[in-house]
């Protein structure tokens, strides 16, 4: 897949940056002012090569694949890797790209279990209730505010929610 190509390489220093911070992130809003850039830690600066990538609070802005896996680095990865490791420490102790990407780095929709939807339901709240529950009250909020969308809504179907992890299959 094209995907994989375009940022194996890259993903290599990244993965070594978020290493050396252990885990830590930048605000979840970039600062503005120029005082922001020159008090950040070095390793903000290394892991923010373009000023537009750091600019930008929501992914669909993110425009090209720098800036995507520069917003994925920065408004992604740390956040939802505490999101993860509060409901499971060691289950996601090495939480990475690879949770969502898998170890061959393609879409999450491409890599994640797929869901089934039946009668309007996904089966998954039956199947398996504890990790659904899980994914509705604490994964899909914080994902929804990491990637700059309204959490999803049942009464509109807008926003983001289960599908914009994992493919959804109707039945
Ligand atoms: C919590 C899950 C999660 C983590 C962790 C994560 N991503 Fe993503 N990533 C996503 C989702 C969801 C999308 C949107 C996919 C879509 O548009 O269907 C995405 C999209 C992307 C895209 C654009 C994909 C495309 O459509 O071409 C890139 C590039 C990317 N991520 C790179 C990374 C990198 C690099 C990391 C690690 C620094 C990372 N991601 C960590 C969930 C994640
Ligand atoms: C941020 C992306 C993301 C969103 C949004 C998301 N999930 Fe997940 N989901 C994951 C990841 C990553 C895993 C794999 C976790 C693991 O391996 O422990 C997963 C695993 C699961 C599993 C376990 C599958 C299995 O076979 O063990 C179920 C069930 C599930 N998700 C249901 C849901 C439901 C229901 C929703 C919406 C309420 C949802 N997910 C939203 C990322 C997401």
Known sequence: MSFRAIYAAPLAL???????????????TSPTGPQGTATAPATTAAVAPTAPAAAVTAFRDAKGKDAQMAYMQNQVQGRMGKAFQAHDGKRYADFSCKTCHGPNYVEPKAFLPKLTM???????FAEKPEVSKFMAEKIVPEMAAA????????????????GGCHAIEMK
């Not at 940056?17 to 830590?24: E, H, I």
């Open 147 to 162: 990637m700059g969308e309204k959490p999803y809504d049942p009464a509109t179907h807008q926003g983001f929610g289960c």
């Open 118 to 124: 039946k009668g309007g339901n996904l089966t998954a």
């Open 14 to 28: 990244v993965t070594l940056v978020f290493a050396a911070c252990g885990g830590n992130e930048p605000q979840p």
